[in-house]
């Protein structure tokens, strides 16, 4: 599977815009703003490359689904549980 970003990329300085109360509070609780944002980015990456694949994939998944409710899982004859 193919990585969702290079994670030996070089950091780049950004500047953001934050709620200020939220990032005092943030602050106070010595909150590594930079690592919680890569992290909630990569997540959010995730879910829209599982979203997007999904999409993509729908009408495979419906077939699919449908061919089990007509025939069965394949191997089901071979379960043992």
Not at 36 to 64: M, P
């Amino acid at each position: 599977m193919e990585p969702l970003f290079d994670r030996n990329a070089p950091k780049k300085p950004t500047n953001l815009s934050l709620n200020s109360d939220l990032l005092n509070k943030c602050r106070a609780l010595d909150i590594n703003l930079s690592a919680t944002l890569e992290q909630v980015l990569a997540e959010k990456l995730a879910k829209s490359g599982s979203e997007k694949w999904a999409e993509e994939n729908k009408n495979a998944i419906r077939a699919y689904n449908k061919f089990v409710e007509q025939n069965g899982c394949f191997g089901d004859e071979f379960r043992e549980f």
